[in-house]
């Protein structure tokens, strides 16, 4: 599943060069249903760097570390270019939603925590609003290698 959304970032990204519609590339599967995908591997990324995987040794900071580092133009980079360009493709709402629950921070965004203490999920509430960020304002090149 994952070559699948990392096939579409760069089929999608060349889909301007071609004047192709998008109604070609979205026959088999929804926006929403590609958006899940991505967000797996970016949460999941995110969950090791909150050390919420901490019970399965320094292998999971390895698979972390090779994602958002040595392999970032060929994992990181193309499913944040999947999340931007099936987020627009999306309701903004619903999408929105989506991914707060997938992050589970829901009751995050209502109020926030007097308690400073450590917290998971306070991690991840911050995981979840620097992946808007970079879904906001990163910018990518359309010759992805």
């Not at 088999?28 to 050390?51: G, Y």
């Not at 995981?127 to 990518?140: D, K, M, Q, T």
């Amino acid at each position: 599943h994952i070559p699948v959304t990392r096939l579409f970032s760069i089929v999608f990204s060349h889909f301007p060069k071609f004047d192709l519609p998008i109604d070609l590339l979205l026959k088999t599967f929804t926006p929403e249903e590609l958006l899940d995908l991505p967000l797996r591997s970016i949460l999941l990324s995110q969950q090791i760097e909150a050390s919420m995987w901490k019970r399965n040794g320094t292998t999971m900071e390895n698979q972390s570390m090779c994602y958002r580092d040595h392999y970032k133009s060929i994992m990181w980079d193309k499913d944040l270019l999947a999340v931007q360009l099936l987020l627009t493709l999306c309701e903004p709402e619903d999408a929105l939603l989506k991914v707060a629950r997938k992050y589970k921070v829901e009751p995050y965004l209502v109020l926030l925590p007097s308690e400073t203490s450590y917290d998971p999920l306070l991690r991840m509430a911050e995981a979840f609003s620097s992946l808007l960020l970079y879904v906001i304002c990163e910018r990518f090149r359309l010759n992805i290698k």
